[in-house]
T-cell receptor
Framework: DADVTQTPRNRITKTGKRIMLECSQTKGHDRMYWYRQDPGLGLRLIYYSFDVKDINKGEISDGYSVSRQAQAKFSLSLESAIPNQTALYFC?????????????????FGEGSRLTVL | AQKVTQAQTEISVVEKEDVTLDCVYETRDTTYYLFWYKQPPSGELVFLIRRNSFDEQNEISGRYSWNFQKSTSSFNFTITASQVVDSAVYFCALQEYGNKLVFGAGTILRVKS
């Protein structure tokens, strides 16, 4: 089983619908992230959480919300989906900041959730 | 603010050719970390390497090598004797100490047989 699991992997929805993307991890990491990937734009950070009580906005948080239900779970919600939110969404985890521990600080990604908003 | 530029949108090579993917970064910090990730056609993101700002030694891992030059703010990635399986999108990323990871736009590498 994957260390970082995203559900659903693919979803087609209509404008105005509420959508939740779920992420769970078995790596035991405190830090979790949601990124969005669009062609030609790379990956952009939506929200991140350094522990269960810590939630922070990334560079493109408008139109999104998150919930950190437990150390292992981090959900991304689109309250009212719109077509320009059509993208590939990635959840990621990391152990520590680079240099703060033995880990390299690299992100471990889920397999992605492809969302299409019609 | 931190920024990563991958000027090459797409590169096509023939198998066995060497190819270099460019990455230029901007940061005001003296402590930072640079990463390369690979995204094959299957879509997952695979960590390739991490470099910290105090270590300018070049690194080689099999057919992969990385050239980190602080003087030009570059962290270029070279694949020697490319193979079809190297076809992927490659992302360079920068993380300032205490900050978040910022990705470049990515370079699509197509290796033809």
């Amino acid at each position: 089983d994957a260390d970082v699991t995203q559900t659903p992997r693919n979803r087609i929805t209509k404008t105005g619908k509420r959508i939740m993307l779920e992420c769970s991890q078995t790596k035991g990491h405190d830090r979790m992230y949601w990124y969005r990937q669009d062609p030609g734009l790379g990956l952009r950070l939506i929200y991140y959480s350094f522990d269960v009580k810590d939630i922070n906005k990334g560079e493109i948080s408008d139109g999104y919300s998150v919930s950190r239900q437990a150390q292992a779970k981090f959900s991304l919600s689109l309250e009212s989906a719109i077509p320009n939110q059509t993208a590939l969404y990635f959840c990621a985890t990391s152990d520590v900041m680079p240099g703060q521990g033995k880990g390299a600080g690299e992100l471990f990604f889920g397999e992605g959730s492809r969302l299409t908003v019609l | 603010a931190q920024k990563v530029t991958q000027a090459q949108t797409e590169i096509s090579v023939v198998e066995k050719e060497d190819v270099t993917l460019d990455c230029v970064y901007e940061t005001r910090d003296t402590t930072y970390y640079l990463f390369w990730y690979k995204q094959p056609p299957s879509g997952e993101l695979v960590f390739l390497i991490r470099r910290n700002s105090f270590d300018e030694q070049n690194e080689i891992s099999g057919r992969y090598s990385w050239n980190f030059q602080k003087s030009t703010s570059s962290f270029n990635f070279t694949i020697t004797a490319s193979q079809v399986v190297d076809s992927a999108v490659y992302f360079c990323a920068l993380q300032e100490y205490g900050n978040k990871l910022v990705f470049g736009a990515g370079t699509i590498l197509r290796v033809k047989s």
